[in-house]
C-alpha cells in the first residue's frame, strides 16, 4: 500500500494510528518485496503473522502459503480484516498473552512473517524462541536497535540475554535496513529485516540445564564478573574449567557453546 492509500483507509475507517500499540503501517512496496522473497514460501507452509495492520503484507502471504494465521490486538483492524482480506484465520487479542497460552499451538513446521509492532517486538520474540513448538524460520521487521541485538557477537556490546536466549536455536541474519520513512506515521528510529533460521545448538544442551536461569543472571549485573554471579549454582571452578572461560571472564564474553558447557556442568546429577 502506498502513503495516500493507507491515510485513505484510515480516514475512511476512522482509525488513528495508536503509538502506544506500535502501529505503523508498511507503505514500501519495495520492502514489501524484500519480505516476500526473504520468507521464500511454499505453497504448502504455514505462516503465523503478528500485527497485521491493514493487510499489506496479510494479503502477499495468503496468495502464497497454505495457511495464515494472524493475531491482531486492534478491534478496529481486526473488522477491516475481517471485511477486506479473504483466506487468513484471524485472532483478535493480545500477541504477547496469547504465545503464553500453552494450548496455543500452530502445527509444525510453520514460520513467522511480520511487521512486528515495535511496543512488544521484545516480548514476543522471547516467546517465539522459548516456545516447545518454535517456527522453523522468521522473517520480521525490527527496531534496527532490536536487530542489531539479535545479531550481536561475543564483547559487542549489543550482545545480551536477548542475543543469547535466540542465537541458542537460530542462527540470525540482518537481511536490509529500512529508513523511518518506508512507514506510516515514520518512526523515530531506523528499521531492519531480519531472518532467523532454525538450527540446533551445536553442543547439545541437557535437559534441566539451568541455562535461562544462568545467562539471565551473569547479563542482570554484566560489569561483574561471573564467577561471584554464578556461584548459587554450584561447583563454578569446575564448570568454568570444562567451558574454557577466564575465571574474570564477564557475561558479554562467553560465546553460545559455552553457556552451554556451563549450563551442563551445572545441572544437578542424580
Known sequence: MTLTQVRQLLAEFDIRPSKALGQ??????????????QADLRGDETVLEIGPGLGALTLELVARAKRVVAIERDKRLCQYLRDHV???ELIEGDAVKILEQPDFRIAAPYKVVSNLPYSISTPILERLVERKDQPRAMVLTLQREVANRLAATPRHKDYGALTVF???????????LIS??????????DSAIVVLERR???????????????VRAGFGQRRKMLRKLLAKFGDVDAAFAAASVA????????????????????????
Do not use: M
Open 166 to 176: 535466540t542465537q541458542l536455536w537460530y542462527h540470525v541474519t540482518i537481511a536490509h
Open 180 to 189: 523511518p520513512g518506508c512507514f506510516y506515521p515514520a518512526p523515530h528510529v
Open 86 to 88: 479473504d483466506g487468513v
Open 24 to 37: 505503523n503501517f508498511l507503505i514500501d512496496g519495495n520492502i514489501l518485496r524484500i519480505l516476500i522473497e
Open 200 to 214: 540446533d545448538p551445536r553442543v547439545k544442551l541437557l535437559a534441566g540445564a539451568p541455562f535461562h536461569d544462568l
Open 247 to 270: 575465571a574474570t571472564a564477564r557475561a558479554e564474553e562467553l560465546a553460545i557453546d559455552q553457556w552451554i558447557v556451563l549450563a551442563n556442568s551445572l545441572h544437578p546429577r542424580t
